[in-house]
């Protein structure tokens, strides 16, 4: 596979007029594959082949991860924002689904998803996390 196919393949281009913009899209697109091939010529972190999405992945949560802890232990910030940060999962895609808060008669769908539960929750019960998960069981 050529460079430039592989570049276009995992892309953060959009359209923009701005010429700055434009080449700092490049730099974020060139960057991660560089450090792709350095990692997989060195082999670093075990011998097995990392699928390059992942490294990806792996690599941009590394990039965030000095800042995220910072983020952590500031006091200022509720602690369902601090909670979230901890949490490190993504939960299934949105779905529309029934409330499991509010009562079956209501029959109330939401596409909103609980993060600590993976349920779906209407407007009226959505927080950072559903009224169920917030309360002290």
Not at 35 to 44: D, G, H, I, P, S
Not at 48 to 77: N, Y
Not at 122 to 129: N, S, Y
Request: net charge positive; glycine share 4%.
């Amino acid at each position: 596979m050529q460079t430039m196919q592989m570049i276009e393949t995992y892309s953060s281009k959009f359209a923009t007029r701005r010429w700055p913009v434009v080449l700092f899209c490049n730099l974020l697109d060139i960057a991660p594959l560089n450090a792709y091939v350095l990692f997989e010529k060195l082999k670093v972190d075990g011998a097995g082949k990392e699928r390059r999405r992942s490294f990806i992945k792996r690599l941009g949560k590394g990039l965030c991860q000095e800042l995220q802890e910072q983020r952590q232990s500031d006091a200022t910030l509720p602690s369902l924002v601090t909670a979230r940060l901890l949490d490190d999962t993504e939960g299934p895609p949105k779905k529309r689904g029934r409330c499991h808060v509010c009562p079956r008669q209501t029959d109330k769908k939401a596409t909103a998803v609980c993060k600590a539960r993976h349920k779906n929750v209407c407007h009226a019960h959505c927080e950072v996390f559903c009224t169920t998960c917030l309360s002290p069981n």
